[in-house]
């Protein structure tokens, strides 16, 4: 099977702009996960989604935004960039939900990232 | 405030010697418990978890982690390190639809 893909695997945006992410999660899997990982911040949880719905979002403003489509692709776009914004973002694939349900969170198998630069 | 805490940023072992990486956490209950290896330029890889039951729980790679409900801990260790486990290592917890990760440590083998 093949893993998570996302693309880009590199970005590089002004102040200002917007870009958006995809990802492609492993066959069959239909939750997708959006993480952040910066140097002063670490890894933090932007939001997931599961079967094109939006279960849980994190602490980030609303220019993050997201969603999923039919076929469990997911995009994540983020509006009104600020130099804040540099960052890897991950995605993460599982067959169920990845923060929980009745049987506990899904294993979450994590895409490369996509590494922004915003100048 | 719930947090995990990853207390050793960098740590720094020879080929073939044990391992011990630290992970505590601020719950009011017993989180699900994650560690996760990240190489460099790489995503997350999961290593191993522990939801409930059998407090000493087998990972991939030869890794083991024992949750210690007293010490609201769960350390990772390797009785024999190999330098392709030179990598960042993260704790991470779920509860309540939330997930927050460690801080990382950093590990460094030396030959």
């Known amino acids: 099977k093949a893993g998570v893909t996302q693309t880009p695997r590199y970005l590089i945006k002004t102040r200002g702009q917007q870009v958006t992410l995809s990802c492609s999660p492993i066959s069959g899997h239909r939750s997708v996960s959006w993480y952040q990982q910066t140097p002063g911040q670490g890894l933090q949880f932007l939001f997931e989604y599961f079967s094109e719905t939006q279960r849980n979002k994190g602490n980030f403003p609303g220019r993050f935004s997201g969603r999923q489509f039919s076929n469990s692709r997911s995009e994540m776009n983020v509006s009104t960039l600020e130099l804040g914004d540099s960052a890897l973002y991950l995605c993460?694939?599982?067959?169920?939900?990845?923060?929980?349900?009745?049987?506990?969170?899904?294993?979450?198998?994590f895409g490369p990232g996509t590494r922004l630069t915003v100048l | 405030a719930q947090s995990v805490t990853q207390p050793d940023i960098h740590i720094t072992v020879s080929e073939g010697a044990s391992l011990e990486l630290r992970c505590n956490y601020s719950y009011g209950a017993t989180p699900y418990l994650f560690w996760y290896v990240q190489s460099p330029g790489q995503g997350l890889q999961l290593l191993l978890k522990y939801f409930s039951g059998d407090t000493l729980v087998q990972g991939i790679k030869g890794f083991e982690a024992e949750f210690k409900r007293s010490q609201s801990s769960f350390n990772l260790r390797k009785p024999s390190v190999h330098w392709s486990d030179a990598a960042e290592y993260f704790c991470a917890v779920v509860q309540n639809n939330d997930m927050r990760f460690g801080a990382g440590t950093r590990l460094t083998v030396k030959p």
């Open positions: 993460a694939s599982s067959l169920r939900p990845g923060l929980g349900g009745q049987k506990g969170p899904g294993t979450q198998y």
